[in-house]
């Protein structure tokens, strides 16, 4: 019905990642490019989708609703692919009417929209806040907060594929684990249980604890997995300070590779930090995952 094509599977590029403190520290690196799988259905938001358009199919649903701040990555991607794919998409959106250009974005992709303010937003985790927004949408699936769960997960289990199919041209046999940002813990927990143990997965939370990232993780993968959570918030979601923004400067100019502030840029600097702390042997294998969220960096650019 609105599934995509079967001749669209995105591929994330994977190339090696060269910057100073990499080579000081004699770790190799590689970073799975996201960011460059489709100019608008960006980043790992494809991957948590696909498996929710799935199911949403199966049900026999004509579009998806969701929700999201006015900067979301996830609305802006569900956005896009229903226009792109051609079904209805509704967001729920945190706080009061605002301007920003991915909100203008949502608009002209012809998502509708609706304000729950800040009480009403914070109400999404409880029992019967879907209730009568599906009685107004009844043939609309619902999909949780940044496209979360166990469909999330699943469809995020397909990068370890992508990363198999192109390690063989950094010349690596093998890497020893993932490093990425996480908002809800959700790619994480996809990558978790794609491994199976075989390979590490670092998550550099974006967030700060409270926000329950572990305790998502565990819902998911269960007691076990070969995982571990690092705090990367720099004091709040969301929260930029001056030598983040340097840090994001001086990558960009390194490799070229461009950065947002609130996922990637605080993830691989977390890397940098742990790196220097002696988190990992000279000679380990790493792969940096870009997580996409370009979109959202134009709220930020003032
Ligand atoms: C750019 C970007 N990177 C990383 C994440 C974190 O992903 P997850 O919620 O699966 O942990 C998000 C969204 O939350 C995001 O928009």
Excluded at 16 to 40: K, M, S, V
Excluded at 102 to 128: I, K, N, S
Excluded at 140 to 160: R, S
Aim: charged fraction near 15%.
């Amino acid at each position: 019905m609105f599934l995509p094509p079967t001749d669209w599977l995105p591929q994330a590029p994977l190339e090696p990642l060269h910057l100073d403190w990499l080579t000081a520290a004699g770790i190799e690196a590689a970073i799975l490019r996201l960011d460059r799988i489709d100019p608008l259905i960006s980043g790992n938001k494809w991957f948590k989708l696909v498996e929710h358009l799935k199911a949403a199919n199966n049900a026999g649903a004509e579009g998806i609703i969701s929700l999201g701040g006015a900067h979301s990555n996830h609305l802006h991607a569900l956005a896009a692919a229903g226009k792109r794919l051609g079904f209805a998409t509704v967001g729920l959106l945190r706080g009061h009417p605002q301007d920003t250009p991915t909100v203008r974005d949502l608009q002209d992709f012809g998502m509708q929209l609706h304000w729950l303010g800040y009480g009403g937003y914070r109400a999404r985790h409880e029992p019967g806040f879907w209730q009568p927004w599906l009685a107004q949408y009844p043939t609309l699936h619902p999909v949780p907060e940044g496209g979360g769960g166990l469909p999330g997960a699943q469809g995020c289990a397909a990068l370890k594929d992508q990363v198999s199919q192109q390690i063989g041209t950094l010349g690596w046999d093998d890497y020893h684990g993932w490093w990425l940002a996480c908002g809800t813990g959700t790619t994480l927990a996809g990558l978790v249980l794609a491994e199976a143990g075989q390979h590490a997965v670092y998550g550099a939370m974006a967030v700060p604890d409270d926000h329950g990232v572990a305790a998502k993780v565990e819902a998911i993968v269960g007691e076990t997995g070969r995982y571990e959570l690092i705090d990367a918030s720099r004091g709040g979601f969301a929260k930029v300070d001056p030598a983040l923004l340097e840090f994001i400067a001086q990558t960009e100019q390194a490799s070229g590779i461009p950065l947002e502030p609130l996922y990637t840029g605080k993830a691989l600097l977390a890397l940098k930090q742990q790196i220097e702390a002696g988190r990992f042997v000279r000679g380990s294998r790493l792969i940096f995952v870009h997580t996409g969220g370009l979109q959202g960096r134009r709220g930020f650019d003032g």
